[in-house]
């Protein structure tokens, strides 16, 4: 395991600002905000080593949770779409795994499979938390949470890949 350094911290830092940015960054599609967020963890989540990606989107959690403006729109707290936080969290735990796993000739398909697993875990979360929240049927959890976004997800999950793919080359990981 690589210990903390200055430029991980850094790293681990500027990703963090730049989620947060992220959520500010919205457009009302549904009940639910369309954000950058989501392209932004994708990026975490592929770029950073396990710990870090953990440590991001906890740090993150924690923030908006204690009442910082972090979450989307300038939310915190618990709302209806804190499940898509919980989410994030298990996400980053399961894509830090899976990354070792999953292994392809070919790095975008490899990080095409990992982000369309944590769209997965995170609509999960996302809408059950919405459906139990809101007290409503899960078929109207999952029209107003999952459907507006699939398609724009899967597009942020290929501008992600090709994100990632152009940083590993310019940044020299230790």
Request: a positive charge; aromatic letters at 14%; proline letters at 3%.
């Amino acid at each position: 395991m690589k210990k903390f350094n200055t430029k991980r911290l850094v790293e681990d830092a500027l990703m963090l600002a730049i989620l947060i940015v992220s959520a500010y960054i919205s457009l009302p599609i549904s009940t639910v905000l369309f954000t950058f967020q989501v392209l932004v963890l994708f990026v975490i989540f592929l770029r950073l080593p396990l710990l870090d990606s953990i440590l991001v989107t906890v740090t993150y959690a924690i923030m908006g949770l204690i009442g910082l403006p972090v979450f989307s729109g300038g939310s915190s707290g618990i709302g209806p779409t804190t499940g898509y936080i919980i989410g994030f969290v298990i996400s980053s735990i399961a894509i830090g795994f899976l990354k070792n796993v999953i292994k392809t000739k070919y790095p975008m398909l490899n990080n095409m499979i990992l982000c369309l697993i944590t769209i997965i875990i995170y609509d999960i979360f996302g809408s059950i938390f919405f459906y139990l929240y809101m007290d409503t049927s899960y078929v109207y959890a999952l029209e107003v949470t999952v459907v507006p976004f699939i398609f724009l997800d899967i597009t942020k999950a290929f501008i992600a890949s090709y994100i990632v793919k152009k940083l590993n080359n310019i940044i020299i990981d230790d």
